[in-house]
Nanobody
Framework: QVQLVESGGGLVQPGGSLRLSCAAS????????MGWYRQTPGKQRELVAA???????NYADSVQGRFTISRDIAKSTVYLQMNSLEPEDTAVYYC?????????WGQGTQVTVSS
């Protein structure tokens, strides 16, 4: 059974930081490209950050310089470090894993940036 479990979301003030984690099981983690997406009501789910199996990264323009995606292969876990958070970052954040035609999603974790 494949499972992706996100954690680390919560309420934070503008300018604050959060670190999201996504623990994967049931896959050969080193073969998969990993990504973080986010979604708000009435909007499409959008890619925030991605990490290929070879270690390359890419980010949405809106988070470039503020967010960092990383992984710990031994722990089968991918992280999203979020700094200088803005109210516009408020969303449900989802973890994604893909390899060839295989694609999996986590259940999501809520991030709210507000005073």
């Amino acid at each position: 059974q494949v499972q992706l479990v996100e954690s680390g979301g919560g309420l934070v003030q503008p300018g604050g930081s959060l670190r999201l984690s996504c623990a994967a099981s049931g896959i050969i983690f080193r073969l998969y490209a990993m990504g973080w997406y986010r979604q708000t009501p009435g909007k499409q789910r959008e890619l925030v950050a991605a990490l290929t199996s070879g270690g390359s990264t890419n980010y949405a323009d809106s988070v470039q310089g503020r967010f960092t995606i990383s992984r710990d292969i031994a722990k089968s876990t991918v992280y999203l470090q979020m700094n200088s958070l803005e109210p516009e970052d408020t969303a449900v954040y989802y973890c994604n894993a893909r390899y060839l035609s295989n694609r999996y999603w986590g259940q999501g974790t809520q991030v709210t940036v507000s005073s």
